[in-house]
């Protein structure tokens, strides 16, 4: 796994020996591998590698619901954490993993509908005595 992608893409931006479409090629792989970039840095990408007349074949992707820009909010939406303070600990074990708040709630048929349609409603011989 690339770890900085942005330090392997830059040298392959800047060669002048490269056509624009490769360019373009490339700076698409590291939209979608990011799921998405901001503004600025979308900005200076494109006027670093001089294919502003040719940006919107980026931009256009948006229209394929692939997130070009990705939004403050969008990277912000978490699930809803449990108030686990009381609980005791282990000495190593610091942090409760997302996964387990999701399927106490499944247990307990809390989950949010919206967020997951296909887990929130129990079938009709649900006698409420746990997971199954």
């Known amino acids: 796994k690339v770890k900085d992608s942005m330090r ?3 040298p392959v931006l800047l060669n002048k020996s490269h056509e624009s479409y490769d360019k373009i090629r490339a700076i698409l792989l590291y939209i ?3 799921n998405g970039t901001t503004q600025e840095n979308l900005e200076k990408l494109i006027q670093n590698v001089q ?7 980026i931009r256009n992707w948006k229209y394929l619901d692939v997130p070009v820009i990705s939004t403050f909010a969008a990277q912000q939406h ?4 449990r108030d686990r303070s009381s ?3 282990f ?3 610091r942090w409760t993993p997302v996964i387990k708040d999701v399927m106490e709630d499944a ?3 809390k989950l ?3 967020d997951w349609p296909y887990c929130s409603r129990c079938p009709p011989t649900w006698n409420g005595s746990g997971a199954v």
């Open 8 to 10: 392997v893409l830059l």
């Open 51 to 57: 294919i502003e007349s040719d940006s919107d074949m």
């Open 32 to 34: 979608f591998s990011t």
């Open 78 to 81: 978490k699930y809803p954490r």
């Open 107 to 109: 247990i307990e048929n």
């Open 112 to 114: 949010d509908s919206k």
């Open 91 to 93: 000495q190593l074990s």
């Open 87 to 89: 609980e005791e600990t």
